[in-house]
């Protein structure tokens, strides 16, 4: 496999970022995640951070070097992810189990498979054109698929950011899976929180992955989302990926041939704070980090 791919996540306007993206690969198989901590939840960033360190475990071990069923292991993990978040909770005696969305979404055989829950999205894009994109779980996007409101509309929306389905809590999420999709060089995948797509429309998304290389691509869409957030804007976190060798700078390029059969590659953002987030010590993270293993290994367990 020859790709192309960025991660970027910002605090926007934001005390703290509760996003959290990452990708892995092996020799015939590359996963993406993105997760958004809900706002108004406790530990928001916990649960995201579950949610993809879940997803990517999983991926390193079962990956050896391609899945079996990509969407099969996209079901079954998310749906792990969101017991591991309630196990946490438990274990934590926490008031409120916190709460996530997330879209993830594997490429294997030159196809891509996707699912998600909640309203982070995945874009597909082709020679500037898009091709797919996931539905947003909320009472808002429903409203608009009924044709009751028109998408303008949604944007301005009071209830537009309330999510009617999510990871944690008392009921298991549904998670939805897309039909497969071939890809073709130089077809982007894009997965995105609601920081970006809020303030970045689609035919915006598409043109300037279509005019940029994809690094300054990610780094011009990330600047516009930020921009028109403002002081008050949300968390704004993607990761990026362009398929095949078209468009795409050697210095950029991703061979997954010299991996060996086994070996697996991962990229997750990180816990660390952001700048002008109160100070953690490093024995608190690491503490945070152990109990999130802890949740995910129970859950493997099972």
């Known amino acids: 496999m020859k790709f192309t791919i ?3 996540s910002r605090q926007g306007g934001r005390k703290n970022n509760e996003d959290r993206v990452a990708y892995s690969y092996s020799r015939d198989a590359l996963l993406m995640v993105v997760a958004d901590g809900m706002g108004g939840h406790l530990h928001g960033e916990i649960a995201a951070q579950i949610a993809v360190q879940t997803l990517t475990d999983y991926f390193q071990k079962l990956s050896q070097p391609r899945l079996a069923d990509p969407l099969a292991f996209l079901s079954d993990t998310i749906t792990r992810a969101h017991y591991a978040i309630n196990d946490y909770a438990v274990e934590q005696d926490l008031l409120e189990i916190p709460h996530t969305t997330v879209v993830a979404a594997i ?21 500037g054109s898009l091709i797919a994109r996931t539905e947003d779980h909320t009472a808002v996007a429903q409203l608009v698929r009924d044709g009751l409101i028109t998408e303008e509309e949604a944007g301005h929306h009071p209830e537009r950011n309330k999510v ?5 809590g008392y009921v298991v999420p549904q998670v939805e899976c897309a039909t497969p999709m071939p890809l073709h060089d130089a077809d982007t995948l ?29 780094r011009h869409l990330m600047d516009h989302a930020e921009f028109r957030g403002g002081e008050h804007g949300d968390n704004l976190s993607l990761v990026a990926m362009t398929w095949g060798e078209a468009r795409m700078p050697s210095k950029d390029a991703i061979s997954t041939l010299a991996l060996p059969s086994g070996g697996v590659t991962t990229q ?10 109160p100070l953690v010590s490093d024995d608190e993270i690491e503490r945070a980090i152990a109990e999130i293993q802890q949740a995910i290994q129970k859950i493997s367990n099972k």
């Open 268 to 277: 997750i953002n990180s816990m660390r704070p952001m700048p002008g987030m």
């Open 164 to 168: 009617s389905n999510c990871l944690g």
């Open 107 to 127: 490429v294997q055989d030159n196809t891509a498979y996707w699912a998600h829950v909640g309203d982070s999205r995945l874009y597909l894009f082709s020679d």
């Open 6 to 8: 960025f991660q970027a």
């Open 190 to 218: 894009l997965l995105c929180t609601d920081g970006i797509w809020g303030m970045v429309n689609a035919p915006e998304l598409s043109a300037l992955l279509h005019a940029y290389s994809l690094e300054d691509a990610v």
